[in-house]
C-alpha cells in the first residue's frame, strides 16, 4: 500500500482473483492506519472468472462447461430473487425461500444494477463477454482489453464502460530468444499499447488497472507507451482519475478536485506523464 502511494496513486478498486466468483470489489483509498479506515464504498463491483481456483477440481473443467456455469448462476440467482420477493411482499401462507449464501451477492449485483467484471483480453473473448451479459441481463464492465484496437466499433455500441489493463504483453525473459513466434503474437505485442488510443477515438469511456505489474511506476511508464501512440494525455489522465470514479460509483466523492470532495492530491514537478 505504501509503495503504491509513494507512486502517487491514492486509490484503488480491491478484489479478491481466483475462482469463478472470487468476490465482490471494494473502492478504497490507500491512507489510514487500519483497514476499516480506508474503505470508501463497497461492493462497488462483483467478478467474474471463467476459470475455477488452484483447488478447484471437476465441473466445469472446460471454458464451455465454464461460461454455462456462470449464465447459470445468474439464472439461479433470478429465481432466487423472485422466490425472495413474493414471499417478502406476503409471506402470510407461503414457505420462507431457503438462504443462498453464494447468490445472495450476485441477486444483490442485478438488483442495484452494479457492475458486473467480466474477463476479455482478446477480441473474440470481448464479444463474448457482452454476449453473456446481454444474455444474463447483468450491467458489463470487460476487463482485459488489450486486443481492444480491432474492435473498437463493437465495444463502442454496447455503451459500457472498459477497463484496460496496461500490463503490456512483452516476450516473456526466460523465453528462448531463438524461437520461432507467430506473427499473431508479434502484432498483438506491438499493437495491444494502442489501445486505449483507438477507444479515445471511438468515444469509449475507459479506466486503467494494473493487471500483475507490482512495480506501480511501471503503470506510469506503460501508460506513457500509449500516450506516444496516440492516447492524449488528458485522455490518460481521466482514465486515471474521474472515468474510474465514476464506473465504480463514487463520483460524487473522489476522482476530480471540486469543494466537499475527499481532497485525494497528487503533487509533480513538471507534467505527470513527462
Do not use: C
Request: aromatic content about 8%; glycine content about 8%; charged content about 25%.
Amino acid at each position: 500500500v505504501t509503495s503504491w502511494r509513494n507512486a502517487g496513486f491514492t486509490s484503488a478498486v480491491v478484489t479478491p482473483e481466483r475462482g469463478f466468483f472470487p468476490g465482490q470489489a471494494a473502492f478504497v483509498n490507500l491512507a489510514g492506519d487500519r483497514p476499516n479506515d480506508m474503505v470508501v464504498r463497497t461492493p462497488v463491483a462483483l467478478r467474474v472468472n471463467l476459470q475455477g481456483g488452484p483447488d478447484h477440481r471437476g465441473y466445469p473443467n472446460s471454458l464451455m462447461g465454464a461460461i454455462a456455469y456462470v449464465k447459470q448462476a445468474f439464472f439461479d440467482a433470478q429465481q432466487y430473487d423472485q422466490a425472495w420477493t413474493i414471499y417478502q411482499t406476503k409471506p402470510v401462507g407461503l414457505v420462507r425461500p431457503e438462504y443462498d449464501r453464494a447468490l445472495e451477492p450476485l441477486r444483490d449485483a442485478l438488483k442495484a444494477r452494479r457492475p458486473v467484471l467480466f474477463p476479455g483480453n482478446l477480441a473474440k473473448e470481448v464479444e463474448r463477454a457482452y454476449a453473456i451479459a446481454r444474455e444474463t441481463g447483468t450491467v458489463p464492465v470487460v476487463y482485459g482489453l488489450q486486443e481492444g484496437y480491432r474492435i473498437p466499433s463493437v465495444i463502442a455500441p454496447a455503451a459500457a464502460p472498459v477497463l484496460v489493463n496496461v500490463d503490456w504483453p512483452v516476450r516473456d525473459k526466460d523465453s528462448d530468444p531463438h524461437a520461432d513466434v507467430p506473427l499473431a503474437t508479434l502484432r498483438f505485442r506491438d499493437r495491444a499499447p494502442t489501445t486505449p488510443a483507438e477507444l479515445e477515438k471511438a468515444g469509449v469511456r475507459f479506466a486503467f488497472y494494473s493487471g500483475r505489474i507490482s512495480d506501480p511506476r511501471d503503470v506510469l511508464t506503460n501508460v506513457r507507451k500509449a500516450i506516444a501512440l496516440g492516447l492524449t494525455a488528458d485522455g490518460a489522465l481521466r482514465a486515471l482519475t474521474v472515468t474510474p470514479a465514476e464506473i465504480f460509483g463514487v463520483g460524487d466523492r473522489v476522482g476530480t478536485l471540486d469543494v466537499g470532495k475527499i481532497a485525494n492530491l497528487v503533487v509533480t514537478e513538471g507534467e505527470l506523464f513527462d
